[in-house]
């Protein structure tokens, strides 16, 4: 009898503590969830505030600030372009493999969002690169304040405006396809806004590091009021140089040399073997200018991982450093 009323008694201390337990891990899940939950809602509302006090007014250009103000984003624009090249690959793959950005966005018209070809095939097989890719749809713009852009010249003009458009949405580093990424380009992540601005000439448009609230940018965009569809590079840089910077060059924090979008620097890649362009954060390539540019374009005309084997000039050991970082070439040999 007595060794009976034990046994209840235990069973019953044992149920109470159970009951005790599964109460007291309840009531902890729901804390740490909860927890969890003001801790994300409190960041988002620091950062949320933040970007509300961001108003640049009285901001350094100059010396930039101690902290990171542009999100670790980079934006290709891709108008027409369904197919990559390898020359797209391998500046792909600067961008990821030297500067390490959280996320591509590819702004493009392409049907569906769907790119092709052999070297697209390649970077959807680099699963840590492709998981950073995000796709979004863009059009080309056809009109800017109600002025028909030139029709022969829509895609680049339109890729002008477009690029000015997405700083302003989203912020963050804005490439053109054939830019090569040399450097780290965090340190550039500290100012309103970073563009290649040489000495003696009008900014340029290939890199383009800024805060979304950048001072310059609407006034960039504003400044298509007066649009020259005749005049290849006025809207894009002539006028904005002209008319905004060289009045206030205080809004951007001037890049001379570094992003490489000098035309004599692009020249010695494909001519200059001791061009020393290491030294460089990142470099304009100008594919499309290289068939009055390199001496060797009548023999090879077009790049691949093949030609670059033996190209002679600068471009062709950039292109085999990312054909090796990449492993390229262990995919091609499983037969993509």
Known sequence: MRRGMLLLLRSSALRNLLRTSAFFLFFGTVLMMATTLLEGTFRAFRELR????????YFNNETGTDHFIVPNIIHLIRFNKTEFSFVDYICTQAAFRNHRPD??????????????????????RDLELRSRIRILPLEPPSEIYGQQLNPEWRLYHGGDIARIRTMMKYGGIYLDNDVYVIQ????????EIAINWDEGQFLGTQVIIANRKARFLPLWLDSYREYHPEIWYYNAGER?????????????????????????LSYNLYTYKEFDWRALDTIHLMINHRHYMDPYYNVTPFFDENVVKNYPYPFGGMAREMVAASGMENFIDKKI
């Open 240 to 264: 904005p140089t002209v008319e905004i910077l060289y009045k206030h060059p205080e809004l951007v924090h001037r890049v001379k040399v570094q992003f490489g979008a000098d035309f004599d």
């Open 103 to 124: 996320h591509f966005y590819i702004h493009t018209d392409s049907p569906g969002g769907k790119f092709n070809g052999k070297y697209w095939e390649l970077i959807e």
């Open 50 to 57: 933040h970007e509300e006090e961001l108003k640049f007014l």
């Open 184 to 191: 780290n380009l965090d340190k550039y992540r500290k100012f």
